[in-house]
C-alpha cells in the first residue's frame, strides 16, 4: 500500500547565482530544481549523525588536540622551542 505524501507549494525568494547553481547541479543529476532542492532539504533536516558517529568525530578531533600536545613535548625535550621573552615579544 502506497502512503500519499502531502506537500504544499512554497515560494522563496533566494539569490539569482543560487538559483542557477542549484539549476546547474540538478542539470548534472538529471533532475528537475525542485527535485534537487527537495532531496538536499531532506538531507539537511533529517541525517543527523547517530551516537557513534559522534563519538567518532569527538575521538578524532581529542586525537588531533593529543598529536599537538605530543609533537609541543618533543619540541621541548629538543630544545626546539622560544624563551617565553621572545614569544611575548612577537605577540
Known sequence: MDIAIQKKAQSFRLPVDLIERLKKMARK????LNNFVECALLDLVYSEPDEETN???KALRENEILKGITQSIKEAKSGNTLPLDTLREQL
Open 55 to 57: 563519538m567518532t568525530q
Open 29 to 32: 543529476q538529471n533532475r528537475s
